[in-house]
């Protein structure tokens, strides 16, 4: 019998239905990463040594009832104002030492947003996804606030800034150029927000 | 009939010999983009929804604790009360500051400062478990945490 002149080819026809077979399998098992999230500092459990004491017009109120409804500083509230109350009430500026800032200067709210701060109180039976959406408002209001300072002084927003820094893939050059950057927005406007302990009634 | 058998005869056979190329691309694809999830969950986990958030540490800088209902079909065993799972187990709101600790041992000593705890929270979770989980947090020194969310507005919910 005379000899072919190449090898015989394979067939692959099945080829195909294996890579299906793998594709599936790990469409099963996989899920897809759900890995964004507020981040946040719990206080120590310690109580401080001294009392500090802050003033009552520092304090900006926010109260969940167990129905899921807002109080802000004593008044009912729709959610969709709250970013806007928030923003108004961290860059209100009553003592003048906030030069960037464009608040009201009302007497009766808050003196600088460094010593503003955001004290939020729900109730036990409150719906996490409602405490959760809350917060994220009042963390939107800061971000609208730092996003602002960051365009005048940088060109871009604090959130892609402070994402870039984060990023352990952002080459280290540019990196310890944005520290000080974000260092200085969040100085410009500190996050202090403060959660109580939940009531029970 | 004859014209349509003539004219078939001629087509010639669609090549199928880069299907094998588009589904493993496909499958590189979904590899990549996925993470094979370690721990059957047992409790409903469906997350909120939230705007302003930050993207997470990688996942060997994390804790993880999820909070919901017993699935249905577990909910003959297990009840239907709240549940914490940690890893692939139900617990006790009592075993989540030794849980924490033991996880945090296991971490290298060289990022234990970084290590975050995700708290992977049902929406339909009432808040008081949310404060004890917090609690039982603080009182093992932990304070990093992350309230994992979806990325989206929450505009169908009631207030």
Redesign the interface.
């Given at each position: 019998m005379p000899r072919r002149k190449g090898a015989p080819e394979v067939n692959?026809?099945s080829?195909?239905d294996?890579?299906?077979l793998?594709?599936i399998f790990?469409?099963v098992?996989?899920?897809?990463?759900?890995?964004?999230?507020?981040?946040?500092?719990?206080?120590?459990?310690e109580p401080p040594d001294q009392d500090v004491v802050i003033k009552q017009k520092n304090i900006f109120t926010v109260n969940i009832n167990k129905n899921?409804?807002?109080l802000v500083e004593d008044n009912l509230m729709?959610?969709k104002d709250l970013r806007k109350a928030a923003t108004a009430f961290l860059e209100n500026n009553a003592d003048g030492s906030c030069t960037y800032c464009k608040g009201k200067k009302d007497q009766s709210s808050s003196d600088n947003p460094t010593k503003a701060i955001i004290s939020l109180k729900?109730?036990?039976?409150?719906?996490?996804?409602?405490?959760?959406?809350v917060?994220?408002e009042l963390?939107?209001a800061y971000?609208d606030l730092r996003n602002r300072e960051a365009q005048r002084l940088y060109g871009q927003d604090f959130?892609k800034m402070?994402?870039d820094y984060?990023n352990p893939e952002t080459p280290s050059a540019i990196r310890d150029d944005l520290k000080d950057k974000v260092k200085r927005i969040q100085d410009m406007f500190p996050q202090k927000l403060s959660?109580a302990?939940?009531s029970?009634n | 009939m004859s014209a349509f058998n003539g004219r078939n005869r001629s087509e010639p056979a669609i090549s199928?010999?880069s299907?094998?190329d588009i589904?493993?691309m496909?499958?590189f694809f979904?590899?990549t983009?996925?993470?094979?999830?370690n721990n059957e969950l047992l409790v409903e986990n469906e997350?909120?929804?939230?705007?302003?958030?930050?993207?997470?540490d990688k996942?060997d800088r994390l804790i993880e604790i999820y909070v919901g209902m017993p699935k249905q079909e577990l909910a003959k065993t297990l009840g239907n009360a709240l549940r914490i799972q940690l890893n692939d187990q139900i617990a006790q709101i009592t075993d989540i500051g030794p849980f924490v600790l033991q996880e945090l041992s296991k971490k290298p000593e060289s990022i234990r400062n970084f290590v975050?705890v995700?708290l992977?929270?049902?929406?339909?979770?009432?808040?008081?478990m949310?404060?004890d989980i917090?609690?039982e947090?603080?009182?093992v020194?932990?304070?990093?945490?992350?309230?994992?969310?979806?990325?989206g507005e929450?505009g169908n919910?009631?207030?």
């Open positions: 692959a026809g080829m195909a294996i890579a299906f793998l594709l790990f469409l098992t996989t899920t897809i990463e759900t890995d964004a999230g507020l981040d946040r500092m719990l206080p120590p459990i899921g409804q807002l729709n959610l729900n109730d036990r039976e409150t719906k996490y996804s409602t405490y959760i959406t917060q994220n963390v939107g971000n959130t402070e994402a984060l959660e302990e939940t029970t | 199928t010999a299907l094998p589904v493993f496909l499958l979904f590899m983009v996925t993470t094979i999830s997350l909120p929804m939230a705007t302003a958030i930050n993207t997470l996942k975050t995700a992977k929270v049902d929406k339909n979770v009432k808040v008081g949310v404060a917090k609690k947090l603080q009182e020194h932990v304070y990093k945490v992350n309230y994992t969310t979806h990325q929450s919910q009631k207030f």
